[in-house]
């Protein structure tokens, strides 16, 4: 667990070499941490933490949970709730919020291999009972992945995936939002992956979240009650 905290640590640090002062790149970091009780059954706790500007003018926060069990080889059903808050731009968490939430999100995610490549669909929808009122919200994300690197314990340690996300409402607009997230994944070990990224969304007239462009920098920490597949280490996009 120390060697991943410092490759983070790292991480960030390299991402903040590279960030020019005038480049209007904000942060999004993720820490995850899953407990896979058997093959087809695992929990997992994640929190999130944003900023607008990069590591600064923090701007909104989560926490959420739930079950995952893996209904076929190619089929995975999550059931996860959690809370949401987003506060004011222009400095770090300006009240008043411009909105906190509770949600509960069912999803289905289907996957496929065509070759090395690791093909992803996730279908959520989302119950929101936000400061406005209580809304509805549909999500569907595609998404590729590549696992590559000398193979170790049964996992290749390096994997690069894209994925493009969409963002329904079942009210005018209807089209809420699209995410396009790239990302690089180096796993130091069978249970740690380390993650860095870029996000870009586009937003159509929406109060939960703003900002165009991300870093994200990630820590994914997987706890087996028994040694995982070799499909379970590879087939996963990691979540956002």
């Known amino acids: 667990m120390r060697q991943a905290l410092f490759s983070l640590i790292v991480f960030v640090l390299f991402s903040n070499a590279i960030v020019s002062q005038t480049i209007d790149l904000g942060s999004w970091n993720i820490l995850n941490v899953k407990y896979s009780l058997n093959d087809k059954t695992s929990f997992f706790g994640e929190a999130q933490l944003r900023s607008l500007k990069f590591y600064d003018n923090f701007h909104y926060y989560e926490y959420k949970g739930g079950i995952n069990y893996k209904v076929y080889k190619n089929v995975k059903l999550t059931i996860g709730a959690g809370s949401y808050q987003t506060y004011k731009a222009g400095g770090n968490f300006v009240l008043p919020k411009n909105n906190d939430e509770f949600r509960i999100w069912p999803q289905v995610i289907l996957f496929q291999s065509i070759g090395s490549l690791k093909v992803e669909q996730r279908y959520r929808?989302?119950?929101?009972?936000?400061?406005?009122?209580?809304?509805?919200?549909?999500?569907?994300?595609v998404g590729v992945s590549y696992p590559f690197g000398t193979e170790r314990n049964e996992y290749k340690p390096y994997q690069i995936s894209a994925s493009n996300e969409l963002f329904f409402t079942n009210k005018e607009p209807y089209f809420e939002r699209n995410r396009l997230l790239f990302t690089f994944n180096y796993k130091p070990s069978k249970a740690t992956t380390l993650q860095i990224g870029y996000i870009h969304q586009l937003d159509y007239k929406i109060n939960d979240e703003t900002g165009r462009d991300f870093v994200v920098v990630g820590l994914y920490y997987d706890i087996f009650r028994k040694g995982p597949s070799k499909q379970e280490n590879e087939n996963e996009i990691k979540d956002n």
């Open 125 to 141: 929808a989302e119950l929101r009972w936000t400061s406005n009122g209580y809304r509805n919200r549909f999500r569907y994300r």
